[in-house]
Nanobody, 123 residues
Framework: QVQLVESGGGSVQAGDSLKLSCAASVPTFRNYVMGWFRQAPGMEREIVGIINENGEMTEYADSVKGRFTISRDNVGNTVYLQMNDLRPEDTAVYYC????????????????WGRGTQVTVSS
């Protein structure tokens, strides 16, 4: 069983930056594709981006491309989401998730999920 715990959320102003972390409880973390998703109030959960097992490949949603960066530390069993130039429309609960598949661009491919961390961006 993989446990994922997100942290680093908060309330910021438009244009600010935040870095989210997702700590995994499993020693085989390096075997998983990791994804970041978000869900805004009244909206469906959507993909933000994904990173492959060794961190050499990433993909991003068009809405965050050029502003957000995903990275991972396979020694520390942690995946990160660096968010720059935040906008009010980035306000959402952000989730990390683990998959065995690449590219895991659909939520059904993710076996394990964290509980999320809230990000609020005010204008």
């Amino acid at each position: 069983q993989v446990q994922l715990v997100e942290s680093g959320g908060g309330s910021v102003q438009a244009g600010d930056s935040l870095k989210l972390s997702c700590a995994a409880s499993v020693p085989t973390f390096r075997n998983y594709v990791m994804g970041w998703f978000r869900q805004a109030p009244g909206m469906e959960r959507e993909i933000v981006g994904i990173i492959n097992e060794n961190g050499e490949m990433t993909e991003y949603a068009d809405s965050v491309k050029g502003r957000f960066t995903i990275s991972r530390d396979n020694v520390g069993n942690t995946v990160y989401l660096q968010m720059n130039d935040l906008r009010p429309e980035d306000t959402a609960v952000y989730y990390c998730a683990a998959s065995y598949c690449w590219p895991a661009t659909t939520q059904t491919l993710y076996k394990y999920w964290g509980r999320g961390t809230q990000v609020t961006v005010s204008s």
